[in-house]
Nanobody, 123 residues
Framework: QMQLVESGGGLVQTGGSLRLSCAAS????????VAWFRQAPGKEREWVTS????????YYSDSVKGRFTISRDKAKNTVDLQMNSLKPEDTAVYYC????????????????WGQGTQVTVSS
């Protein structure tokens, strides 16, 4: 069973930046499509961005396009999320997840999940 562990969350002011990282326990992580989701208090978990297993194709939700960048490092076995120009509405617990299907956007389509990392953006 592959384990995913997120890190890098924290408290930042509006307009600031944070970089999240998702590390995997298995080298096969490099063969999976990886996504970041987020869940704010009282809201559904929502898809934010995905990256193909090759790392060459990325997808973003409209709410983060142009501000967030997903990337992967096969050597380090990690997927990172660079978040810039953060807004209070970005406040949520952020989760990384893995799936076989690059078209997946619903949480039920993902097979592995991390425990989440809190991101709080103050106004």
């Amino acid at each position: 069973q592959m384990q995913l562990v997120e890190s890098g969350g924290g408290l930042v002011q509006t307009g600031g930046s944070l970089r999240l990282s998702c590390a995997a326990s298995e080298r096969t992580f490099g063969n999976w499509v990886v996504a970041w989701f987020r869940q704010a208090p009282g809201k559904e978990r929502e898809w934010v961005t995905s990256i193909s297993w090759t790392g060459t194709t990325t997808y973003y939700s409209d709410s983060v396009k142009g501000r967030f960048t997903i990337s992967r490092d096969k050597a380090k076995n990690t997927v990172d999320l660079q978040m810039n120009s953060l807004k209070p509405e970005d406040t949520a617990v952020y989760y990384c997840a893995a799936t076989w299907d690059y078209r997946a956007r619903m949480k039920d389509e993902f097979h592995y999940w991390g425990q989440g990392t809190q991101v709080t953006v103050s106004s």
